[in-house]
């Protein structure tokens, strides 16, 4: 029997976005991409990450240091700022949106950016299956897809079952971050995560403080534009039983 989840009979909490690449977002696939994108071994499917395949994140960055992972990082604004500050530290972005990943490479290169890689990947396998297990220190989750319509809320990403994935890839102490302006979806991640046994909060009161190693995205602009609340959450991954 699998151990994991097979994600192919699970709804995705993306759409495949079509659309052609600028010609500078298509040279970054062929010029910064060798430094940039791992490549995962895949299942036949597009978004299946063979479960075999494990990172060696050692032979990825070159170094042994703490990881940080950033699922539907987007155009990558946040990762790539936060690369820059903190050398000493290796970064994670894993996006489907391609012309999101583009624009983080050329970022990334811009800005002399050395410690971070990308996946082109669905995040929950690359999570719960191409990572090994304890191997990140912190994960984050900053605007995800809303999926507010009714008969999407099952699409989204932060639901019934992702403590348990995003907590494989943490080590113990580990951090996850989130951070949403939709207030429904913060109230089911804070439920969510809640109900988590391997998760405890770490913050006080009923959201926590605005994380200060998030830089603001157009998504933070637009919910605010819109006079909404941001609301931030951290939960700090327990041992099994110590919690
Ligand atoms: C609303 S955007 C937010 C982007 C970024 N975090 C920010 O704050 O600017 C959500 C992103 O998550 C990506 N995404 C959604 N589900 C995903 C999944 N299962 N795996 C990887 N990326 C995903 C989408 O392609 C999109 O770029």
Redesign the pocket.
């Known amino acids: 029997m699998p151990d994991r989840p097979t994600f192919r009979e699970e709804p995705?909490?993306?759409v495949r976005?079509s659309g052609r690449m600028s010609e500078a977002q298509e040279r970054a696939f062929v010029d910064l991409a060798p430094h940039y994108l791992i490549e995962v071994p895949r299942d036949t499917a597009w978004?299946s990450v063979h479960p075999d395949a494990l990172m060696d994140a050692a032979e990825r960055y070159g170094r042994r240091a703490p990881l940080v992972v950033?699922?539907?990082?987007?155009?990558?604004?946040?990762i790539v700022a936060a690369a820059a500050v903190h050398p000493d530290t290796d970064f994670l972005a894993?996006?489907?949106?391609r012309a999101?990943l583009a624009r983080t490479m050329l970022d990334a290169d811009r800005a002399g950016v050395r410690n971070l890689r990308l996946i082109e990947?669905?995040?929950?396998?690359?999570l719960s299956s191409f990572l090994p297990a304890g191997s990140a220190d912190e994960v984050?989750?900053?605007?995800?897809?809303?999926w507010h319509k009714k008969r999407h809320t099952k699409r989204r990403?932060v639901r019934a079952g992702f403590g348990a994935i995003a907590g494989h890839a943490l080590r113990d102490g580990g951090l996850l971050r989130l951070?949403t302006d939709w207030e429904e979806y913060a109230v089911q991640m804070r439920d969510v995560l809640d109900a988590e046994p391997e998760f405890v909060r770490a913050f006080e009161g009923d959201w926590a403080e605005r994380f200060d190693g998030r830089v603001m995205?157009?998504?933070?602009r637009k919910g605010i534009a819109k006079g909404r609340e941001i609301r931030d959450l951290v939960y700090r991954r327990v041992s099994q039983g110590a919690g």
Do not use: K
């Open positions: 995705v909490s993306f976005r978004t950033e699922v539907g990082s987007g155009q990558g604004h946040a894993v996006e489907v949106f999101g990947a669905n995040a929950p396998e690359v984050w989750v900053f605007f995800p897809d809303p990403l951070a995205t157009a998504f933070e």
